[in-house]
């Protein structure tokens, strides 16, 4: 792809916009704006950062996705599932670190798209982003439990086991208003949908549970519900955009988180694309998606905010309110920014246990058990690396587990490509009832294989797990032929591994006697083939172009 390639889904809706559109669009902007005002607020603080930042982050993410994305209807923003991996970056490299780490990740993204990784990402196995998405389900519930609950702990241990210790150490300073009021929330917005399909639970819980915090506090003297203004100092102050010191020692020790940033960002934001595509019955631009998203992290940075990438909650949420343009996501982010603007101040007044209510409810809605329980009855080797995947996301953290991830993904995909290919040895006679190219000639007698000739057919990619193979069948042959037929009609490519093995068969083939004799090789393979020089050791005339041709030869040489 280059610069002129570059065709956001903006460009070609506007060619054919119109005014009823417009009118869906805006009220769906407006929805979506509300949405995504409680979640970016906890998002932004269970990531470890202020209230304001989550919301900047959804207002520049989101223009800039909706802007320049390669989806009609893609929303972006803050998600749960970079508030594992936020708070580990935070913790470790302090919030310039993020800042760095997050502008490389944006980088990492706009290259992805410009090689064209879009299509492969997409592709990455289905066990593994259950496995990291239950993981970091999990994780986000587990850090949620103390503000849920109101309990009393000076400071909460990082790691999964130990804070469960803690929490069940601390059981009896469970404050009984703050658990009241998270729990009471977790139902408002599990049952909220029966009611409303438009108007969003978490807005609902929020609304209701802020108002009666203050009730309670005015006129019954509760003083113990804990609020977003008793940690947080909350500004509606537009930041301006800063850049952070960078040096080599800096970027290098950064280079796995912000790795890890753009995988995560990219596969949650393609994923939420082709759930959406699905919905509407359009396609997305998997690769203008991507460099829209390095944008949003490159530019969320700067001016204050976190990672970002698509929300696949509030683009369902754009769909089901009609919108069905990119309009609808730049209108949420003007929302959002007027919200930041007038009534930012008024969020120090919302409990904290309604937002981990939220959060709660959040990490329910990623665990995707169905998915989980349902890949429990796959290939056992689909169910070793979701539990791998699943257990490292939740004992070590989110950068190991897909590091460990994609390496399994590699593996797998060697292992089943492997699988598909598979070599025979054709003893008697060859049924032109299995040659297509035979028909074609017009043969249809059986093929009698001359004695002395063997010959081999491989069924697949001739590469290094098949040309193994290849090795070990003929070893299983004690007799030395005259000439030995490899038939290569069903193999669509070779890569280096299977010309290094087929040049040295071919070479102590030529040492022991033996005639190789290529059959029915495709022109991309041959092309290969010529350029690796094998014709000089088994000669121009012995890669014939199907089997009539290479019997005859055989028959010749004997």
């Known amino acids: 792809m280059t610069p002129f390639e570059f065709k956001p889904q903006l460009v070609a809706t506007l060619r054919n916009y119109n005014r009823k559109q417009f009118i869906t669009d805006l009220m769906a902007g407006i929805i979506v704006g509300i949405v995504a005002l409680p979640l970016a607020i906890a998002f932004g603080i269970a990531s470890g950062v202020t209230p304001e930042k989550g919301i900047i982050t959804a207002i520049v993410a989101g223009l800039i996705v909706s802007l320049f994305g390669g989806s009609k209807v893609q929303i972006g923003g803050p998600t749960g599932a970079f508030i594992v991996i936020i708070y580990g ?13 997050t502008i490389m990740a944006g980088v990492f993204l706009i290259i992805f798209g410009l090689l064209h990784l879009g299509t492969i990402i997409k592709y990455i196995p289905y066990p593994i982003v259950v496995g990291f998405t239950s993981g970091i389900a999990v994780t986000i519930f587990t ?3 103390k503000d849920l609950l109101g309990l009393s702990i000076a400071n909460v241990p990082a790691d999964f086991s130990s804070k469960w210790i803690a929490y069940i150490q601390n059981i009896g300073t469970i404050t009984p208003w703050n658990a009241v009021i998270g729990i009471a929330s977790v139902i408002v917005i599990a049952i909220s949908p029966k009611f409303s399909k438009k108007i969003p639970g978490s807005l609902i819980a929020i609304i209701i549970m802020t108002v009666s915090a203050l009730l309670l506090r005015q006129y019954a003297g509760i003083t113990s519900i804990t609020t977003i203004g008793d940690h947080f100092a909350i500004s509606n102050k537009l930041p301006e955009a800063t850049l952070p010191a960078l040096s080599f020692d800096t970027i290098k020790s950064l280079m796995p988180p912000a790795i890890v940033i753009a995988v995560l960002g990219a596969i949650e934001s393609l994923l939420s694309a082709t759930v959406a595509d699905g919905v509407i019955g359009s396609r997305h631009n998997s690769n203008t998606e991507l460099i829209a998203q390095g944008l949003a992290n490159l530019a969320s940075p700067i001016f204050g905010g976190i990672p970002a990438t698509g929300a696949i909650a509030r683009t369902m949420t754009n769909i089901n309110n009609g919108g069905r343009s990119p309009i609808a996501g730049i209108i949420h982010a003007g929302v959002l920014l007027l919200i930041f603007l007038f009534l930012m101040p008024l969020a120090k007044y919302i409990p904290m ?19 989980f329980i349902g890949i429990m009855h796959n290939p056992k080797s689909d169910i070793i690396v979701l539990w791998v995947t699943f257990l490292l996301t939740i004992f070590f953290d989110l950068t190991i587990a897909i590091e460990v991830g994609l390496v399994c993904a590699c593996l797998l995909f060697m292992r089943r490509v492997t699988e598909v290919t598979d ?5 008697d006679e060859i049924d032109p009832s299995e ?3 035979d028909f074609m000639l017009g043969n249809l007698e059986h093929l009698t294989i001359p004695e002395g000739v063997e010959v081999y057919e491989i069924n697949g990619p001739y590469f290094f797990g098949a040309s193994n193979s290849f090795e070990e069948i003929m070893a299983t042959f004690g007799d030395r032929p005259k000439v030995r037929i490899i038939r290569m009609r069903k193999v669509p490519f070779v890569d280096s591994t299977g010309i290094h093995n087929l040049t040295n068969l071919c070479m102590m083939s030529k040492k022991e006697g033996i005639q190789v004799i290529l059959s029915g090789v495709n022109e991309n393979v041959k092309k290969t083939l010529e350029h690796a020089r094998l014709e000089n050791i088994i000669g121009r005339d012995n890669i014939c172009s199907h089997i009539n041709e290479a019997l005859e030869r055989a028959k010749e040489i004997k």
């Not at 302090?94 to 760095?100: A, P, Y």
């Open 423 to 427: 070599v025979k040895i054709i003893t």
């Open 89 to 101: 970056i935070i913790q470790q490299y302090g919030i310039e670190g993020l800042t760095i780490a």
């Open 353 to 371: 246990a309604c937002l981990a209510g939220v959060l709660v409810i959040v990490s329910y809605g990623m665990c995707g058990w169905r998915s």
């Open 435 to 437: 040659e297509n190219s």
């Open 143 to 145: 850090t949620q439990i």
